[in-house]
């Protein structure tokens, strides 16, 4: 019957999924250039750039991945579209369907003193086009060298991932501005970072993500 809320309560389990608990995880490419190489200088082992080690040979290994789980504090489930194809027959219209296509993926970032993140972006960004010249340090294969795989996954109120957004072949086009004054207190520097990809796949969680342990405190937190 109508406003049976048992009823309503059996076929909404979980009290729904939680905007706040989400994690997501940057998979660096391996052919990004470390500071020190970037118009053509040679590095020997490696350099450091805020938090982040990265060997010569431009690996960031897995720290700037465990980094961006906790410094991402926005993202977004993208959407689907796809395109309408209109075919007008004796003042009709018919539509088809059309193509699909795939919005960009912005995503805000916290910035930590050591700008790790916001580093390792502005490295990826100038191995792709460097700031004083034309050129730029794209590897061999561009497939393999600066375009990588972004992973958004949801989790449920008890700390078990429930669902995971897989965004193929990402590489960012636009690092926004973080904005600095004298006149602003109690508040921690952050930014926008907008990707472009190929598209995206969503399915159970498949890549590792913060132990389900940690993630049930925060809920339990949250809880209570």
């Known amino acids: 019957m109508a406003f049976n809320l048992d009823q309503f309560r059996s076929n909404f389990p979980g009290g729904g999924a939680r905007t706040a608990l989400f994690e997501m995880v940057i998979q660096w490419p391996t052919g990004i250039v470390p500071q020190a190489s970037v118009g053509g200088a040679t590095i020997a082992g490696g350099v450091q750039i805020g938090g982040l080690r990265l060997n010569a040979g431009a690996t960031f290994g897995g ?30 219209k018919l539509n088809y369907p059309g193509d699909r296509t795939f919005a960009p ?16 972006l502005e490295r990826w960004m100038e191995t792709m086009a460097y700031h004083s010249t034309a050129g ?10 600066l375009i990588t795989t972004l992973y958004l996954t949801q989790y449920t109120r008890n700390g078990q991932p429930a669902r995971q957004y897989k965004f193929v072949d990402a590489w960012p086009d636009e690092l926004g501005a973080i904005s600095v004054n004298w006149e602003t207190a109690d508040s921690i520097e952050e930014y926008t ?4 990809y190929q ?14 342990a940690s993630v049930r405190r925060k809920s339990t937190r949250l809880n209570s």
Not at 69 to 88: D, H, M, Q, W, Y
Not at 193 to 196: D, N, R
């Open 63 to 92: 720290q700037a991945s465990d980094v961006s789980r906790f410094l991402v504090k926005v993202s977004e489930i993208p959407a689907s579209t796809i395109g309408n194809i209109s075919v007008p027959y004796f003042g009709r």
């Open 105 to 120: 993926l912005t995503i805000t970032i916290i910035n930590d003193e050591n700008f790790s993140v916001r580093n390792a």
């Open 136 to 145: 730029s340090a794209v590897p061999g294969s561009l497939t393999t060298g």
């Open 193 to 196: 970072c907008k990707f472009q």
């Open 199 to 212: 598209w995206w796949e969503a399915g159970s969680p498949t890549v590792a993500s913060t132990s389900t």
